[in-house]
């Protein structure tokens, strides 16, 4: 009988563990994407600023509209990992 819910809790407790190491992962990769994106933007409104200022100046609004979304998403994936954290300590501890 021990063996038995032995081998029905285990599997529970490698998905949770997988489940986060999969939200850290998924977390620092969409800050990477997001921060390359942001350099380049950065990048070619420097770039357009000498030749085309009217081209440079939207960019740049976009690059700052950008850098919102990257903040608010930034937020909402911390909150979803702390929320899973906090799920995943309650039940196994």
Same mark, same amino acid.
Request: charged share 10%; glycine share 0%; with cysteine.
């Given at each position: 009988?021990?063996?038995?819910?032995?081998?029905? !809790?285990?599997?529970? $407790?490698?998905?949770?563990? #997988?489940?986060? &190491?999969?939200? /850290? +992962?998924? !977390?620092?990769?969409?800050?990477? /994407?997001?921060?390359?994106?942001? &350099?380049?933007?950065?990048?070619?409104?420097?770039?357009?600023?000498?030749?085309?200022?009217? $081209?440079?100046?939207?960019?740049? =609004? !976009?690059?700052? =509209?950008?850098?919102? #979304?990257? !903040?608010? +998403? $930034?937020?909402? &994936?911390?909150?979803?990992? $702390?929320?899973?954290?906090?799920?995943?300590? &309650?039940?196994?501890?």
């Amino acid at each position: 009988m021990r063996v038995w819910y032995i081998n029905c !809790v285990f599997p529970a $407790v490698i998905n949770s563990r #997988l489940s986060l &190491q999969l939200e /850290e +992962i998924n !977390v620092l990769q969409n800050i990477s /994407e997001n921060i390359f994106m942001i &350099q380049l933007i950065s990048t070619a409104t420097t770039a357009l600023f000498s030749t085309i200022p009217a $081209v440079s100046l939207l960019t740049l =609004l !976009v690059l700052f =509209l950008l850098t919102i #979304l990257e !903040v608010a +998403i $930034v937020i909402i &994936q911390t909150y979803v990992f $702390v929320l899973l954290l906090s799920l995943y300590l &309650q039940e196994n501890i």
